[in-house]
């Protein structure tokens, strides 16, 4: 499985964001995508996944009710949308997938990621 991310940008505060990740390969293997971002000088954290047949979701507190994400079965991408920014939401966001059903938060839990797409909101 190879993914792809794109989207990143420079925004202000407030504004919004639609990251992508496209998907190929043995895509019948995965049953759940999601993203991860990376702050400077920070870990790596969860921001939201989703399941791949069942469309259910979950979310990070901190991005919970500005982030939306989704799929598209069709195009085999995920998208993540992302509004009212903030300046603490600055990081490269990296798109991942698991053949686990469940929707988890750990990295390890994630056996595919793609390369990062760098999100930065000044202030």
């Known amino acids: 499985v190879q993914l792809q991310a794109s989207g990143g940008g420079l925004v202000q505060a407030g504004g919004s964001l639609r990251l992508s990740c496209a998907a190929s390969?043995?895509?019948?293997?995965?049953?759940?995508m999601g993203w991860f971002r990376q702050a400077p000088g920070k870990e790596r954290e969860f921001v939201a996944t989703t399941s791949w047949s069942g469309g259910s979701t979950r979310y990070a507190d901190s991005v919970k009710g500005r982030f939306t994400i989704s799929r598209d079965h069709a195009k085999s991408t995920v998208h993540l949308q992302m509004n009212s920014l903030k300046p603490d939401d600055t990081a490269v966001y990296y798109c991942a997938a698991s053949r686990d059903g469940r929707l988890l938060v750990r990295e390890i839990d994630y056996a595919y990621w793609g390369q990062g797409t760098l999100v930065t909101v000044s202030s």
């Open positions: 390969g043995l895509m019948f293997t995965i049953d759940v």
